[in-house]
C-alpha cells in the first residue's frame, strides 16, 4: 500500500464557527464546585459563594509574543494558560476558570488548533482549572490568543501590589532569566536553521533553559506552602516582564524603595554557563529577562526564620522608605539604580 | 498665525505599554459595588456575595469583524462593549464588569486608541459596568480587540438556553434585521465613494439602520420590564447572529421544535422600504440579519396576557415537540423548514 504523506489538513470553514467550538471543546470537564455552567450559553455561570473572585485578561499575537517557527502549537497553548494563571497566583488566589479566544487565518488547519488546544486542555487539566468559554474565529494574519483567568479567594488571604511595608523582605520563588536565555538558544537555532536545514540541533545542554521557556510552569504551589509556613505576604506580583520591572512596580504602588542583592538572585546553574556562552552578564538578564512566571513577594521581617533554607524561596533584598530609592547592591557593594528593561510589547522595531 | 492642518499622531510606543494602559484607562471610575479592586494589580477583585457570576467573552478582528471605513473607532470601541453586554443580559442578568485588551499595528497613532477607548468609556458609562482590567500590545495586521463581560444576578433568575416547554410562546424584543441593511447601506457607500471620493451621501432614509449597524444598544432594559410584568423566561438568547440562527439554538438546547409566523416578525418601516429600495425579501433579512442584539426568549402561555401589547415585545411563534420540526409558517400560511443561514466568521470567502 502507497502510504499518504501528506499531513491530514481539515479546512476549519468546513466545521463553521458552532462545529468547531464544539469540536475543540467537547473534551473539556468541569471539576471546580465554583462552576454552575462552562461552555454552551450567552454566559458561564459562577458561584463564588463567600469568597472574592479574581479576574485577569492577556492577549498573546503572532509575531509579538510568540514565534511558530520554534513554539509547537501545543505548548504554545500550554504556555498561554500559565502565563495567565500566573497572574492568578500572584493575588495568593486559586486558580478556577479560564475563557480562551483564538482567531486564526485560513492558513491554519483543523489539526492546528487541535494542537493548540491539547495544550490548552493539558494546561487546564494540570491546573485544575474549567475552561467555561470562548471564541473561535477567523483573523486576517497569524494566530491570535485571548485568555481570561478567574480565581478564588477568601478576602483576608488576597495579596496586593501595594501592601508592603518599609524593612520587609523581598522574596523570590523558583530561579529567574532561564526563559529569556531559553529563548536566546532558540533563536539561534532558528538561524542556524535557516541558513542549514540539514543541521540537527544538539539541545541538550540548553534543556532546562528551552523548557522553561517552551513549557514554562505557574506557581500553584506557592500559596498552600506560605500556608502551611503560616505567611501571609504583605504584597506580590509574578514576574512576567522581568525582575527589575517588577521590583519597581512593588516599590511604586507601595510607595517604598527597595536594596535587591546581586549576590542573593536565585540563577540556574545551566542559566549561568549559557550566559557565560553566549558572553552576556547573567546579571542583567536575570534582573530584565521576562516571561519567568516566578512570583515576588515581601514578607514581614519576623516571617525570615520560616522561610529561611527553604528551597522554594530566595531572599534577594528589603524594602526601604521610598526616599532611599531603589537599587541593586553588587557583589563589589556598590549600589546602582535600578532600571527596568523588561520587555515592552509596543517597541518599534 | 498658520494652522497646523495635520491630525495629531502620537506613536503609541512612546507611552509604552505601562505608559499607554495608565493614559487610557485613567477615567475609568469604579461604580459597582461587587468590583473592590480594578485596573492596577496582577488581577482584578471581585465580590459577588450571594449572587452567581456570568461571564462572556468576545473577540473582534479588523476586517472580519468590522470594517474602519466606514466604523468610526469610538462607534467601534462602543459597539464592542454593547455586543458583549448582550450576552450577559441573555442569561436575564446585570452587566457589571468588563475586560477590555486591544491589539493595534504601529499604524494607529494614540490618538485613534483614544478614540476607541472614548466610545468604551461611554458605553461602560451609560450601561454603568466597571472596565476592571485588560491587555494592550501590538499587532502584525490591523485592530483586534477582546472584551470579557462579567455580570451578576440572583440564582433563580438566571435564564438558560435549554428551559424551554412545549407551548412555550416565543417573544422577541425590538425589531429585527435592520442593522444588517444598515451595512448594506453603509457597504454601498463605501463603494460610491471609491468611485466618486467627493460624492457627499445623502443618508437621511437610512438613518435608523445605519444607527443599528454603528451604534447598536444592548437591551439592558430587558430585564426589569419583565421582573415588573412577573414574568420569568423561561429560555433566553440574544440575537447576534441571526433571528434564525437563535431560534434554532433554543430548539436544539430546550430539545424542542417551534413554529415561526412571518406576519408576526417585528420590522421597522424603514427597515421595510430600504429592502424594497434594494430588492431584497425582508423576511429573509429578518430571520438571517445578525447583530441585532435583541433578545429572544420563551414565556409560559399563561403569560401571555401581562406581554400583550406591550411595545418592547412581539410574540413572534411558540414552541413544540422536538418531532414536529422547526418551521416558519408564511403569510399564504405554508410551513417551509427554517435554516440558519446566519453569519460565519468562518466561511471562506
Redesign the interface.
Known amino acids: 500500500m502507497i502510504e499518504d504523506k501528506t499531513p491530514q489538513r481539515t479546512?476549519?470553514?468546513q466545521?463553521?464557527?458552532f462545529g468547531?467550538i464544539e469540536h475543540l471543546t467537547k473534551h473539556f470537564e468541569i471539576k471546580n464546585e465554583s462552576t454552575?455552567?462552562g461552555i454552551?450559553?450567552?454566559?458561564?455561570?459562577?458561584?463564588?459563594s463567600n469568597k472574592?473572585?479574581?479576574?485577569?485578561?492577556?492577549?498573546l499575537?503572532?509575531?509579538?509574543?510568540f514565534d511558530l517557527a520554534y513554539m509547537p502549537l501545543k505548548h504554545l497553548g500550554y504556555k498561554a494558560v500559565t502565563a495567565n494563571l500566573s497572574?492568578?497566583y500572584?493575588?495568593n488566589?486559586k486558580a478556577t476558570?479560564i475563557?480562551v479566544?483564538?482567531?486564526v487565518s485560513?492558513r491554519f488547519p483543523l489539526e492546528a488548533l487541535e494542537e493548540l488546544f491539547a495544550g490548552i486542555t493539558l494546561a487546564a487539566k494540570e491546573y485544575n482549572v474549567d475552561v467555561?468559554?470562548?471564541?473561535?474565529?477567523?483573523?486576517?494574519?497569524?494566530l491570535?490568543i485571548?485568555i481570561?483567568?478567574?480565581?478564588e479567594a477568601n478576602?483576608e488571604e488576597?495579596v496586593?501590589?501595594?501592601g508592603a511595608n518599609p524593612t520587609d523582605l523581598l522574596v523570590v520563588t523558583g530561579d529567574i532569566g532561564a526563559a529569556y536565555m531559553g529563548l536566546q538558544v532558540l533563536e539561534r537555532e532558528k538561524q542556524v536553521f535557516q541558513v542549514n536545514p540539514n543541521n540537527q540541533p544538539d539541545l541538550d545542554n540548553y534543556t532546562y533553559l528551552i523548557e522553561r521557556q517552551l513549557k514554562p510552569e505557574a506557581r500553584k504551589d506557592i500559596q498552600g506552602i506560605l500556608k502551611a509556613l503560616e505567611i501571609q505576604p504583605t504584597s506580590?506580583?509574578?514576574i512576567s516582564d522581568g525582575l527589575s520591572s517588577e521590583v519597581m512596580h512593588l516599590c511604586k504602588?507601595s510607595a517604598l524603595g527597595c536594596n535587591v542583592y546581586e549576590d542573593k538572585l536565585p540563577l540556574d546553574p545551566q542559566f549561568i554557563s549559557v550566559c557565560e556562552e553566549f558572553n552576556i552578564d547573567s546579571t542583567t538578564i536575570a534582573l530584565n529577562g521576562g516571561e519567568d512566571y516566578e512570583l515576588l513577594f515581601t514578607i514581614k521581617m519576623e516571617d525570615f526564620d520560616k522561610i529561611k533554607g527553604n528551597p522554594n524561596f530566595s531572599v534577594i533584598g528589603h524594602m526601604t522608605q521610598a526616599s532611599e530609592g531603589i537599587h541593586l547592591v553588587t557583589r563589589a557593594n556598590t549600589k546602582i539604580a535600578l532600571k527596568a528593561r523588561g520587555w515592552?510589547?509596543?517597541?518599534?522595531e
Open positions: 479546512s476549519i470553514s466545521l463553521g464557527e468547531l454552575l455552567k454552551g450559553d450567552d454566559a458561564a455561570v459562577l458561584d463564588f472574592k473572585a479574581v479576574v485577569s485578561t492577556d492577549l499575537i503572532e509575531g509579538v509574543h497572574d492568578i500572584a493575588m488566589a476558570q475563557t479566544s483564538v482567531a485560513n467555561i468559554g470562548g471564541d473561535t474565529t477567523s483573523s486576517q494574519k497569524g491570535i485571548s481570561t483567568a478567574i480565581g478576602a488576597l496586593y501590589r501595594n506580590m506580583i509574578d504602588q515592552n510589547a509596543l517597541q518599534e
